[in-house]
């Protein structure tokens, strides 16, 4: 069975449509304009391969809609809240009682390693001492990746690629044919030569206009046509952008990503 990325979200940290707002895109019926928090799914069809890209705090919604019954790992891309506020929400997957696992095995989170103290930190009672058993906590591990180190999760040949999020450093991640990265604004020249020529890229876009720490839809779209993939999906976008006007202006090979967009990869 083929290995498929779903994208389970495209939106920025506040998602889309924004709480409180009226502006066209937010009160699109268009469900292309509708987006939860950035997070990508690798699976094949029975899940016995199942790997998320972040976990966000739009996970436990993911997982009811695209029917997500088990999960090997999870890779984050760094610790901002809306790529790991439902590492909680994997409990019904794999929870943990005192030291019994009860559901499912253990889930290997995967952390660039100058990131993991502030990925255990909103999570004390997950990679602390448990206050007391009898609130189950999900049954998480973390490991800690560094640059350059490959690593196989179920024989997928995964590569750390390391970005820009301000003074932030994050990872993408590059497997089989297609690479994920999101939330950079700059990318170092052994990154972009490591995305060249790829089948699929997908790279986040915020908004039209400059932002501290993001690519904006412009300066994305100039690293694009430097790695030159055959195709391109723009993720982790705001309620700036309308999917069928931004679209319709984006250049060939490069389209904007949305929930629920399913590839193979090869
Ligand atoms: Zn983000
Ligand atoms: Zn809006
Ligand atoms: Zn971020």
């Known amino acids: ?13 506040d998602g889309v449509p924004l709480i409180g707002c009226s502006c066209p895109v937010c009160v699109s019926t268009n ?3 509708k987006r939860l928090r950035t997070s990508a799914w690798i699976h094949n069809e029975d899940q016995s391969i199942s790997i998320l890209i972040d976990c966000g705090p739009d996970f436990r919604e993911q997982a009811l809609v695209y029917g997500i019954k088990r999960v090997d790992a999870v890779l984050i891309t760094h610790t ?4 790991i506020a439902g590492i909680d ?15 499912g095995n253990k889930i290997d989170i995967y952390v660039f390693s100058e990131l993991a103290e502030s990925l255990k930190r909103p999570f004390p ?3 602390g001492e448990p206050e007391q058993i009898g609130g ?12 350059g180190q490959v690593f196989y999760i179920k024989g997928i040949r995964f590569e750390p690629l390391v970005g820009f999020h301000g003074k932030m450093k994050v990872f993408g991640f590059s497997f089989k044919d297609t690479v994920f990265i999101t939330d950079v604004n700059e990318l170092p020249h052994n990154t972009v030569d490591l995305i060249k020529n790829k089948k699929t890229v997908i790279l986040n876009a915020l908004r039209y206009s400059e932002h501290s720490t993001h690519f ?39 389209e904007m990503g949305y ?5 193979n990869l090869k």
């Open 80 to 83: 901002h809240w809306d790529h």
């Open 216 to 254: 904006n839809v412009n300066q994305s779209i100039e690293m694009l046509v430097k790695v030159a993939p055959a195709q391109a999906y723009l993720v982790h976008t705001t309620h700036d952008l309308e999917y069928d006007k931004l679209n319709s202006e984006l250049p060939d090979g490069i």
């Open 125 to 127: 009672y997950i990679f």
């Open 31 to 33: 469900p292309r304009n």
């Open 1 to 13: 069975m083929s290995l498929q990325l779903t994208l389970l979200g495209t939106g920025t940290s």
């Open 136 to 147: 189950g906590v999900p049954a998480v591990e973390i490991k800690e990746l560094i640059e």
């Open 89 to 103: 929400d994997l409990r019904p997957l794999a929870l943990k009682n005192g030291k019994e696992i009860r559901r």
């Open 259 to 263: 929930d629920g967009l399913s590839i």
